[in-house]
């Protein structure tokens, strides 16, 4: 499994939150098994599941993301990183 870990700000977290919930469909196809969304304020940090590298970087470089992160109000460039799952432990 590979995890899509994005990080942005946005203008305003309910705007932006009511977009990202409208791309699902698009995560989902490109194969997106789930997500975590986690935040600070307007700073907001994203952990997409997806079966393997291949297809978090065919969601990433979708040009439906970019435009999907500039109408939900996402200021500057995102932070994109893809992360192997070595272990996970729930408590």
Not at 14 to 25: A, I, L, S
């Amino acid at each position: 499994m590979t995890t899509l870990l994005v990080q942005h700000t946005v203008e305003s977290f309910d705007d932006w939150k009511t977009g990202f919930d409208n791309h699902e469909p698009n995560r989902r196809l490109h194969g997106a098994t789930g997500h975590q969304v986690m935040r600070d304020g307007n700073a907001v940090t994203i952990l997409i599941d997806f079966p393997d590298a291949g297809a978090a970087e065919g969601f990433s470089s979708d040009p439906a993301l970019k435009e999907a992160m500039s109408k939900a109000g996402v200021v500057g460039a995102p932070s994109i990183s893809y992360l192997d799952d070595v272990e996970s432990i729930s408590y």
